[in-house]
Each structure stands twice: as C-alpha cells, then as structure tokens.
Nanobody
Framework: QVELAESGGGLVQAGGSLRLSCAAS????????MGWFRQAPGKERELIAG????????YYADSVKGRFAISRDNAKSTTYLQMNNLKPEDTAVYYC????????????????WGQGTQVTVSS
C-alpha cells in the first residue's frame, strides 16, 4: 500500500507560481497513475490533473488548463504540480492521489490519498 505526502503549499500573490510535490513510499510508484485534487471551502473535491503510469498521457480540468502542469519522476517516486498564473479562486487544500487501474482521468478511481497541503492565493 502506497503512502503519499504533499509539500510545497503556501501563500502566494495572484499571478505568482508554486510547485507542489508529492512523495510516495511503501509501494511500486511506477505502477500507479497519479493525480492532483483540490477542495475549496464549501465545495466538493475535484480532480484537476492526472498523469498516466508511463508519463505520456495527462488530464487537466478546464479550470487549470494552460496554467498548471503535472509531471512525475519515477526514479524519485515523486509527482509534481507546477502552478503558474495563480488566481484567488485557486485557493484550496491540494491533495495528491494514486490510482491502480490506469484511469488517471477518472476522479472516482483514485484509491490512495495524501493528507493535503494548503494553497492560498491573495488578490
């Protein structure tokens, strides 16, 4: 069973950038599709980015397309989320997650979760 730990959250001004990291341990990282979710106060958790096992296919929610980029380094068992041109509406707790069935684009298929990291974007 894989364990996930996010880092890199914080407070940033609108228009700024952050890079989130998610370190995995206790499993075979290269066999998991990985995703990033976020949950804003009063809203449901949403899948915003996903990446396939072989690092060739990606999914992005419309709300982040063109601004966020997901990547993975299988040698380091780490997934990243580069966030550029941040907006106040990006304020949320960000979670990374792992999926075992290859459906990196399907929010309901993710099996393992990190504890989350807060991202706050000030206007």
């Amino acid at each position: 069973q894989v364990e996930l730990a996010e880092s890199g959250g914080g407070l940033v001004q609108a228009g700024g950038s952050l890079r989130l990291s998610c370190a995995a341990s206790g499993g075979t990282f290269s066999s998991y599709a990985m995703g990033w979710f976020r949950q804003a106060p009063g809203k449901e958790r949403e899948l915003i980015a996903g990446i396939s096992v072989i690092n060739s296919d990606r999914y992005y929610a419309d709300s982040v397309k063109g601004r966020f980029a997901i990547s993975r380094d299988n040698a380091k068992s780490t997934t990243y989320l580069q966030m550029n041109n941040l907006k106040p509406e990006d304020t949320a707790v960000y979670y990374c997650a792992a999926e075992t069935g290859g459906q990196y684009y399907s929010a309901s298929r993710y099996d393992y979760w990190g504890q989350g990291t807060q991202v706050t974007v000030s206007s």
